[in-house]
């Protein structure tokens, strides 16, 4: 589920936000008072996160700076198996051993307590210890280090392009996250992670004053984990055609520039008629498609009904899998999951379970052939090491399967986006997302985007609105015809994904290269009130 | 220290206050516990609770403004919260947004917290949820349900004397049953402030009831209906149009509220004349805050009235500028209804469908409230005044201002919960001509 309202901590000096956090050594000890006292109380398995979660968000609309948020959130959850059963137990601000210890006490004391409502003794797949180890996402430029006078600066600046390029409104902001994790468990493992996400946004808004009827466009960017090298785009990063879209680094006052401008001229655009259309789909817009059809309905834990009340179940249920010939797409379409791809949100070391993180195939030439699963799952899929998909999104919440990176591979064969759309007849390209809605086990969806431009006869013939389209996902990836090559590859992405009661969030990237869908049913939005 | 009393909130307020040195200086503090109880294919998967407290403080300059918040109230925290806001609004530029700091105000009275709720125990949780697993387990079903409660206060005081406090209560229960061979779906959702109102065996019942009607759906074909919405599905479209009554945005030109050249609708007719929505936090059904987060008393308040836009939201900067009267965003909304029952407004039906349910309800089109989304759990065909039999879900593309235009008759108001927003409202069940829906779905 998109959006989210984000998870705060408590407000600090935006300095603080630069003090490190414990040393390992004291994390170690803290840990180990955990696993101890867990042991000692009956438990099989316990794991402990000594979580810091730093967030700073600038907001701003026109020439005033609306917002400045600076949050540090920190504390310890203890998560045990006592009798085949989970329990467990989180305490903030711990910096001693018999806090930790406590916590451990606590997290056995409900694992008892609910053992005798469970069925099914929990099955937790083997993992190794991998002694001390540490993963920290290769960033260049920490954001936390840039003095806040420069982010206002830059967004004041943005703002001031978009008003004098034809908008009437902006608003802009800037999230930057830092998530200082450690984790241990009983299999031997102690693992200190550093991980950073970034994502500048904004929406333009232009009104015209005759009709009172107004657009707006928001920002080509990607939210990344990335530190502030991010806002530094080099020329290599930007993608150049009918509009600049963006790779590794992100022009935040050209893309501006330049939707301010397209606001306006969506005031006069063509109004799309209703039909079926060829679309050319950009990874800007791409990758929300691909989270609602294909990452989410490839999630263990919804398939086997744990989020029914909410989230939902899953169209791509385990006989379709299990009869290792279900069509999830034409035969160029490969998906995988991936949770080491460099600048992706969802790239860590290790996942929330200590297991070390991997890549592996969903949909190999369109047909299913696997899930995103957790420790006490993989079993189900007749496997016996978890994929590592396991995340929570503070201290205070459990771990639970979350959604990896899940991307389509680019196509084999060379093709530029240019070549793609010389070949479409009667056609749409779509740059950005917009609106989007999918029902609860992934089969109907509707979206909307950005920009759309007609394409007539292998030409882009101008600009449309009130574009959505509708489809099935089974119908949809089988009439995907083409897909970009390497070259086109980008990576967008959700800053907050939500899932769970009570909702967690989590950030995941999803990469594609510019790609074709044949005879799509397109409607037209416009309305009158 | 988790739940002050109203002299204990008062007490901690002043002390912190007592700190400042800033011209203006306001200070909002909450606390409160949440517990849940969650379960999915009939047995518990997590449960827990969670304790908060928040102390913010603004102070101000002239227009200079600072804020800083912390969750521990030893004294030396509390002065440290202080200063750092005001060595924030030191620092900060003016904000000429800034409209200074209420006198003392008059409240509402509003009843909203009940012991009952505020003395739940994880083993009453686990009661209620055990009473439910028993009826949807004696009919071999699947239930995921979710069970949240909470107790706690927020209350506020300023350097003009300002003081206001409210605590309250909720528990929201929500519950989706399948049957074993996903070929059927039923949910139910229920919201009290008070705890021992809530049911779980009555509200599982007309889950289980759903899920076992709707099994061997039909398809019908998509295309221009009318519609009977249950409140649980009518209030996640009207709450897009609760949530958009911000003047500022009206008065900008960016809202469904815009008129060209700089108008706004205020004073008149958008929708059907039956159509009143309004703020009361007095209401025994729906108790809310009487008073906003930034201490303007929330009143009893017409934003429709006989379909006729009555009130927008103006913050006191808004209001300033425009030389109006502030009208702080309301702490409850409810809609009011006719008599009838759901039971009566089927029979009066010739053809139509009953939607119980809507899902994934996002934007398409700000300026006409366009939304989208999908019916879900239960979705059923009318004919000659009887439910006919279950059909597949639906897409629909429809604006609830064109909703409300197309009325055919209203209810009796009901309190429901939002399951977009988890907010509570009163509803009335709505029956709707021309409801647009644009494709089928597979969806069970």
């Given amino acids: 589920m998109l959006p989210n309202s984000p998870v705060f901590g408590r407000s600090v000096a935006p300095e603080a936000l630069l003090e490190p956090g414990l040393e390992v050594a004291v994390k170690k000890r803290l840990a180990d008072a ?10 099989s398995y316990t794991d402990i996160r000594i979580g810091r979660y730093l967030r700073q968000f600038v907001t701003t609309r026109e020439d005033k700076v609306q917002n400045i ?125 550093d991980i950073h ?93 691909i989270h609602e059809s294909v990452g989410h309905p490839l999630e263990l834990d919804r398939v086997l009904g744990y989020e029914a009340n909410f989230a939902g179940t899953s169209f791509a249920t385990l006989d379709k899998w299990k009869s290792k010939n279900f069509n999830y797409g034409s035969k160029q379409v490969n998906l995988f999951a991936d949770k080491t791809q460099v600048g992706s949100l969802g790239a860590v070391g290790w996942d929330d379970e200590g297991v070390a993180c991997k890549k592996w195939d969903l949909v190999k030439e369109g047909t299913l052939v696997n899930y995103q699963a957790i420790r006490d799952q993989v079993h189900i899929l007749g496997e016996t090491e978890s994929q590592g998909c396991c995340y929570a999104d503070s201290w205070g919440s459990v771990q639970f399967q979350r959604m990896a990176n899940v991307s389509l591979a680019a196509g084999k064969t060379p093709l530029s986006v240019e070549q793609m759309i010389k070949d479409v007849k009667k056609g749409i390209y779509i740059i950005g997302d917009g609106s989007f809605s999918i029902d609860q086990q992934r089969y109907n969806f509707q979206f909307g985007g950005q920009l759309f431009y007609e394409i007539k006869n292998g030409q882009i013939a101008g600009m449309l609105k009130d574009v959505a389209y509708q489809s099935n996902t089974q119908e949809f990836w089988n009439s995907c015809t083409q897909i970009c090559d390497e070259r086109d590859y980008r990576l967008g992405g959700s800053f907050f994904d939500g899932k769970g009661q009570p909702m967690q969030v989590s950030a995941v990237s999803h990469g594609s290269s510019t790609t074709r869908f044949n005879g799509v049913n397109v409607i037209n939005t416009a309305r009158k009130i | 220290m988790v739940l002050l009393t109203e002299a204990e909130a008062k007490a901690l307020l002043q002390k912190v206050l007592s700190y400042s040195k800033a011209d203006e200086c306001v200070v909002n503090l909450s606390g409160g516990e949440r517990g849940n109880i969650r379960y999915a294919r009939n047995e518990v998967s997590t449960s827990g609770s969670t304790i908060n407290q928040n102390l913010q403080v603004l102070s101000a300059f002239g227009k200079k403004v600072g804020v800083a918040a912390i969750d521990e109230f030893d004294d030396a925290s509390l002065e440290k919260v202080v200063r750092r806001a005001e060595e924030l609004a030191q620092l900060a530029p003016e904000n000429p947004e800034y409209v200074g700091v209420l006198g003392p105000q008059q409240y509402l009275k509003s009843a909203g917290y009940f012991e009952s709720t505020a003395k739940i125990t994880p083993a009453a949780r686990a009661e209620a949820v055990a009473k439910s697993l028993a009826v949807s387990g004696n009919q071999k079903l699947a239930a995921a349900g979710f069970l949240e409660d909470y107790r706690g206060y927020s209350a506020m005081m300023n350097s003009k004397g300002l003081f206001a406090y409210y605590p309250s209560t909720n528990v929201n229960f929500s519950l989706t049953v399948r049957t074993d061979d996903g070929t059927g779906s039923g949910y139910v959702t229920r919201g009290y402030s008070d705890f021992s109102k809530l049911d779980t065996v009555s509200a599982t019942k007309i889950a289980v009831e759903k899920c076992l009607g709707s099994v061997g759906a039909r398809a019908l074909e998509p295309g221009k209906y009318t519609v009977i919405l249950e409140p649980t599905a009518g209030v996640v479209l009207l709450e897009n149009i609760f949530f958009g009554m911000d003047a500022r945005s009206a008065d900008e030109g960016r809202s469904f509220l815009s008129k060209p050249g700089g108008k706004t609708k205020l004073g008149e007719k958008i929708v059907d004349e039956r159509v009143t929505i309004f703020s009361d936090p007095t209401n025994p059904e729906l108790p809310a805050s009487p008073w906003a987060g930034d201490g303007q008393p929330q009143e009893k308040i017409n934003w429709i009235e006989k379909g006729v836009v009555k009130n927008m939201a103006y913050s006191r900067f808004w209001a300033q500028k425009k030389g109006v009267k502030p009208v702080p965003f309301p702490s409850n909304v409810i809609m009011a209804g006719g008599t009838a029952s759901l039971d009566d407004m089927i029979k009066s039906t010739q053809r139509g469908i009953l939607v119980t349910k809507l899902w994934y309800i996002r934007s398409v089109d700000p300026q006409t409230l366009l939304l989208t989304g999908l019916t879900r759990d239960g979705t059923f065909y009318i004919e000659n005044g ?39 409202y009163l509803i009335p069940p709505m029956k709707i001509r021309e409801f647009t829906f644009s494709s089928l779905s597979d969806a069970v």
């Avoid at chain 1, 955990?34 to 438990?43: M, S």
């Avoid at chain 1, 916590?103 to 053992?115: F, G, L, R, S, T």
């Avoid at chain 1, 190794?128 to 967004?155: M, R």
Wanted: with cysteine.
């Fill in chain 1, 34 to 43: 955990a696993l101890n006292a867990a042991k000692a109380k009956g438990a």
């Fill in chain 1, 69 to 193: 948020v600076n949050t540090e959130s920190f504390g310890v959850g203890v998560r045990v198996i006592v009798d085949g059963c989970w329990g467990f137990a989180s305490v903030v601000d711990a910096k001693s051993e018999a806090q930790t210890a406590k916590a451990a006490e606590e997290a056995v004391a409900i694992a008892k307590a609910n053992a005798r409502l469970i069925k099914q003794p929990v099955q937790l797949a083997p993992q190794k210890g991998f002694g001390e180890v540490s993963w920290k996402a290769p960033i260049k430029k920490n954001a936390f280090e840039v003095p806040i006078k420069e982010k206002v600066d830059l967004l004041l600046t943005v703002n001031d392009a978009a008003l004098k390029n034809g908008a009437n409104y902006v608003n802009s902001v800037l999230f930057m996250v830092n998530e200082q994790k450690y984790f241990a468990s009983s299999d031997g493992s102690y693992i200190d992670q």
């Fill in chain 1, 197 to 289: 996400r970034m994502w500048p946004t904004f929406r333009v808004t232009a009104i015209d004053p005759k009709t009172g009827k107004f657009e707006t466009r928001s920002e080509l960017s990607a939210p990344m984990g990335m530190g502030y090298d991010y806002l530094q785009a080099n020329p290599s990063d930007k993608i150049a055609g009918i509009t600049t879209r963006y790779n590794k680094g992100y022009d935040m006052l050209e893309d501006v520039t330049a939707a301010a401008r397209q606001a306006k001229q969506k005031l006069t655009a063509k109004s799309v008629e209703a039909g079926k259309y060829d679309l050319v789909l950009d990874p800007s817009h791409l990758w929300l498609t």
């Fill in chain 2, 386 to 424: 009887k439910i006919k039999h279950p059909i597949k879900n639906f897409r629909f593309n429809e604006s609830p201002v064109i909703m409300l235009n197309n009325l055919e008759a209203l209810g009796k108001p009901e309190r429901v919960v939002s399951t977009e927003s988890n907010s509570n």
